[in-house]
């Protein structure tokens, strides 16, 4: 079974930076394409970010050039680096594998004004 597990939440300032990690197991991120996903309260889960096995990028118009999605193929892990945070980027952060439907189990982070 797929194991992802998220970190890297917390609490930042707006304009500030955080980046998460997902680690996966019983997978390997650089065949696969990887996700990330974030759902704020009272509203749908949206797709914030993909990065294809050959490392092709896309992201949701309300993080183009705040966010990068990366991939370490030797520690298996993706990355989401968020830059200038917004008090609306607050929100459970999940990364998702599509293949499987794999999904970790969130990490919260919170953008003050």
């Known amino acids: 079974q797929v194991q992802l597990v998220e970190s890297g939440g917390g609490l930042v300032q707006a304009g500030g930076s955080l980046r998460l990690s997902c680690a996966a197991s019983?997978?390997?991120?650089?065949?696969?394409?990887m996700a990330w996903y974030r759902q704020a309260p009272g509203k749908q889960r949206e797709l914030v970010a993909t990065?294809?096995?050959?490392?092709?990028?896309n992201y949701a118009d309300s993080v183009q050039g705040r966010f990068t999605i990366s991939r370490d193929n030797a520690k298996n892990t993706v990355y989401l680096q968020m830059n200038s945070l917004k008090p609306e980027d607050t929100a459970v952060y999940y990364c998702?594998?599509?293949?499987?439907?794999?999904w970790g189990q969130g990490t919260q982070v919170t953008v003050s004004s």
């Open positions: 990065i294809s096995s050959g490392g092709s990028t």
């Open positions: 998702h594998e599509p293949s499987h439907w794999a």
């Open positions: 019983r997978i390997t991120l650089s065949i696969n394409t």
